[in-house]
């Protein structure tokens, strides 16, 4: 949670894979910072002529938009699991440090395991296509890897109902009881795991007919009036913006926008999710405005003050102050675009 803890858990993860040539995260403080401190230590001059000489990138850091929560939701979503598998393992176990270390890598290997995403093989309609699920490991060694237990004693023994019986396959006997505790959390880890995350991860896939169909959207673009999402306020009350940017991906799906706030005219970046079109900029065309502005001039403290005597009366109700005054600052917004 620190800028220094980041700063040395990239240092060892270097170690172990190489320094990255880009580093994504959300927009934590202590991410940012850390990565503001390393930007900066690698823009010395030697270290820039290094990387030339030996043809390597520099390290890069980008962070994602606020409201792109898939990447964060993944991530929190495998510490969560791994918090609960230690805890649903180990319960009310005392282990020493490397029996510790044991069951919390054989956690990591399981959820490094669990499917993440899948294949584009999955949207092929016909019935021949096993998709081909994306996992962490996959994504970290190009591979599934084989996964056995190597010692003897880890096996789980079968039950009998004789006290006296025991299995002599293995002739020492502290072995089996250094390893008792820890053959014992992992039974439980191994169970825990088949029984409770296995049988979500399944349901989640089938719950939903059309979860992995491809979904169309409109395109959001420059000059486009959007109302932006805020945490802990209502809707009536979020603030409206108009689009100055906005940031593709490979797909050409756009991703992410650069926002102009109307009411303190703030520049801010906002994922799409976070966004609720209202109004496009083709669709405000300058007949439009014209009949904005004729809405607006009307007199609003008497609805009656703009009728004629020999005209009839309108059978349509007024527009109220509060619509009005929305769509005087709406066409106020686009006249600043």
């Given at each position: 949670m620190t800028s220094g803890e980041f700063i040395r858990a990239l240092q060892l993860h270097s170690f172990e894979y190489?320094?990255?040539e880009l580093c994504l995260s959300d927009l934590g403080s202590s991410l940012v910072a850390g990565a503001n401190i390393i930007t900066d230590f690698l823009n010395d001059p030697e270290t820039q002529n290094f990387f030339e000489e030996q043809g390597v990138r520099p390290l890069k850091f980008e962070q994602y938009f606020k409201g792109h929560h898939p990447l964060g939701g993944l991530v929190e979503v495998c510490v969560k699991m791994v918090r609960q598998l230690l805890h649903c393992s180990i319960k009310k176990n005392v282990l020493q440090y490397r029996d510790f270390e044991f069951v919390v890598s054989q956690t990591i290997h399981l959820v490094n395991r669990r499917p993440i995403a899948f294949s584009e093989g999955l949207r092929d309609t016909s019935d021949d296509v096993i998709p081909d699920p994306i996992t962490p490991e996959k994504l970290i060694h190009g591979l599934d890897l084989i996964s056995l237990n190597l010692i003897?004693?880890?096996q789980p023994l079968p039950t009998s109902n004789d006290p006296d019986w025991s299995l002599n396959t293995d002739p020492i006997d502290t072995i089996?009881?250094?390893y008792e505790k820890l053959k014992k959390v992992r039974t439980h880890l191994i169970e825990t795991y088949n029984a409770e995350f296995l049988n979500n991860l399944m349901s989640q896939a089938v719950n939903?007919?059309?979860?992995y169909k491809p979904v169309t959207h409109k395109k959001l673009q420059v000059g486009d009036i959007v109302l932006i999402k805020e945490e802990n306020c209502k809707p009536t009350n979020f603030p409206l913006a108009v689009v100055k940017d906005v940031k593709t991906n490979v797909l050409d799906e756009?991703?992410?926008?650069?926002?102009?706030k109307g009411k303190n005219r703030e520049m801010v970046r906002r994922h799409v999710t976070s966004l609720i079109p209202i109004l496009t900029r083709k669709e405000m065309s300058q007949s439009n405005i014209?009949?904005?502005t004729d809405h607006i001039s009307?007199?609003?403290t008497d609805p009656t003050a703009n009728l004629g005597e020999d005209k009839p009366q309108n059978k349509e109700r007024p527009k109220r102050k509060a619509a009005l005054q929305s769509m005087q600052k709406t066409r106020g917004m686009i006249s600043d675009i």
């Open positions: 190489g320094v990255p003897p004693a880890m089996r009881t250094s939903d007919k059309s979860r756009v991703t992410d926008a650069v926002l102009l014209k009949t904005l009307v007199n609003t």
